[in-house]
Nanobody
């Protein structure tokens, strides 16, 4: 079992930046592919970014490419999502997720992940 705790969310104006963190406990994070997802009210959960076990293979949802950067520090058991030039459409609860894997892949489907954090709210005003 791995426990995930997100932090770093908040309320800010469009154009601003936030850095979300996800701290893992219980297992070594290097055994896991990681993902960041978000869910806005009335919408389905969608992938924002995904990262393989060592961080050398990443995926970004089209609408965040060039604005968001996902990274990880396995020594610290942490994963990050740097979000720049935020827009009102980025408003959502953001979740980190982990999937134990022996492959060097990332995963973009929510059902592929075994463990989830509780989420952190990001609200961007216009």
């Amino acid at each position: 079992q791995v426990r995930l705790v997100e932090s770093g969310g908040g309320l800010l104006q469009a154009g601003g930046s936030l850095r979300l963190s996800c701290v893992a406990s219980g297992r070594t994070l290097s055994d896991y592919a990681m993902g960041w997802f978000r869910q806005a009210p009335g919408k389905e959960r969608e992938v924002v970014a995904a990262l393989n076990w060592n961080g050398d293979n990443a995926y970004y949802y089209d609408s965040v490419k060039g604005r968001f950067t996902v990274s990880r520090d396995n020594a610290k058991n942490e994963v990050y999502l740097q979000m720049n030039t935020l827009k009102p459409d980025d408003t959502a609860v953001y979740y980190c997720a982990a999937r134990r894997t022996s492959y060097s892949d990332y995963y973009t489907r929510a059902y592929a992940y075994n463990f989830w954090g509780q989420g952190t709210q990001v609200t961007v005003s216009s």
